[in-house]
């Protein structure tokens, strides 16, 4: 199994452009998290998608974020306009879902984002 | 609001030697106490803990957790260069449909030769 597959691995932008960040969970998994990780804030939980719908998307910092699940093998997170304050290293997660039981959850390499 | 503490938030060793690494958490409909391991890329699954006073173990790493303190630790004994990495401790929890994770800022350990 690849594993959960994220691209771009790098992304440099500039402030005001459209950024969109894919990720391809491990097939099978139907569980698919979003998480945003910075020096100041650390990881920080952003959506996260059960069966391809959307459950939790309260970590979202604001309207210029988006994510869609069209499908159980693909997720986008959008951002439009970026500014620089997005940069940070995304990762997308995935497990089966067990319901209240824990299933590990296992993360893509991350997509880094720099807007300049 | 949810939150998970880490401590200290950087720590230098020698190889050979012993760190605890220390974790509090206050996190709503608590379930288990979660480390990871994040060396330059993803953070990769080390242990998980449910039960208070039951130590895990794997190899040179071991943690325990503290239910009524809200309190876990993670140790590493005769610490590898190999050990250097970034510990994340997780708080996890039932949300609906699945189960999700509030992460602590980490702790980057560096162990020199």
């Known amino acids: 199994d690849a594993g959960v597959i994220q691209s771009p691995r790098h992304e440099v932008t500039e402030m005001g452009q459209e950024v969109t960040l894919r990720c391809k969970p491990i097939?099978?998994?139907?569980?698919l998290f979003w998480y945003r990780q910075t020096m100041m804030r650390g990881l920080e939980l952003l959506i996260y998608?059960?069966?391809?719908?959307?459950?939790?998307d309260s970590g979202m910092p604001e309207d210029r974020f988006s994510a869609k699940m069209p499908n159980a093998s693909f997720s986008t997170l959008k951002i439009q306009p970026s500014e620089p304050r997005d940069s940070a290293v995304y990762f997308c997660?995935?497990?089966?879902?067990?319901?209240?039981?824990?299933?590990?959850?296992?993360f893509g390499p991350g997509t880094r984002l720099t807007v300049l | 609001e949810d939150k998970v503490v880490q401590s200290p938030l950087s720590l230098v060793v020698h190889e050979g030697d012993t760190v605890t690494l220390n974790c509090s958490y206050e996190?709503?409909?608590?379930?288990?106490l979660l480390w990871y391991k994040q060396e330059k890329k993803a953070p990769t699954f080390l242990f998980m803990l449910?039960?208070?006073?039951i130590e895990k173990k794997s190899g040179r790493l071991s943690s325990i957790l503290d239910k009524k303190e809200l309190f876990s630790i993670l140790n590493i004994t005769a610490t590898q260069t190999g050990d250097s990495a970034i510990y994340l401790c997780a708080g996890g929890y039932s949300g609906a449909g699945s189960y999700q994770l509030t992460f602590g800022k980490g702790t980057k350990l560096s162990v020199i030769p």
């Open positions: 998608f059960n069966n391809n719908v959307p459950i939790d």
């Open positions: 996190v709503t409909n608590f379930r288990s």
């Open positions: 449910t039960s208070s006073g």
């Open positions: 997660a995935s497990s089966s879902s067990g319901g209240s039981s824990y299933n590990e959850q296992f």
């Open positions: 097939s099978g998994h139907n569980s």
